[in-house]
């Protein structure tokens, strides 16, 4: 048995979000040695280092395999933005499966499809932040209403 203590110095996985032009691009350029995946090409007048903008899933699934074979050309990858990532993952599904929308597989199931492929997303994520990287996730909020069962009223809040 191996016992330790204190704390233990690794690479961080972190998600930002915010609403549209809240400055989530510009501080995610401010972690170290950042390397941008701007899915949506949000940053094209921020003065930072970027990998081609990813046209498909399997484009920007090469790109983490290049950043978690390469881990010192970046100190941060940030995937600016994650809901546009999303969207080519849900773009792959459909395609692969021959379908117009993720609602066509039926009640509830294309989602399945995109939670699986998108844990599989995630993991890679971890074999980076593994390889010394930091990760940086941007990603919208939206406000929805908010009630609560047990008590009177409704407010708004935001969520990703």
Same mark, same amino acid.
């Given at each position: 048995?191996?016992? $330790? ?20 691009? $510009? ?27 990813? $046209? ?81 996730? $941007? ?22």
């Amino acid at each position: 048995m191996n016992i $330790t203590s204190g704390k233990i110095e690794s690479a961080k996985k972190v998600v930002i979000y915010g609403p549209e032009g809240i400055g989530k691009s $510009t501080f995610a350029a401010q972690f170290p040695n950042p390397l941008f995946i701007d899915t949506e090409g949000s940053t094209k007048y921020m003065d930072v280092r970027r990998m081609d903008k990813p $046209t498909s899933w399997e484009m920007l699934r090469q790109e983490l395999t290049y950043v978690k074979q390469n881990p010192q050309v970046c100190g941060t990858l940030v995937i600016d933005t994650i809901d546009w990532a999303e969207q080519l993952c849900i773009d792959d599904i459909c395609s692969r499966y021959q379908k117009k929308g993720i609602e066509d597989f039926g009640y509830g199931n294309g989602y399945v499809y995109e939670k699986e492929e998108f844990g599989r997303f995630l993991n890679s994520l971890e074999e980076i932040v593994q390889a010394g990287v930091h990760v940086v996730l $941007t990603a919208h909020a939206q406000m929805r209403k908010f009630e609560q069962p047990d008590e009177m009223g409704a407010y708004d809040r935001y969520e990703m």
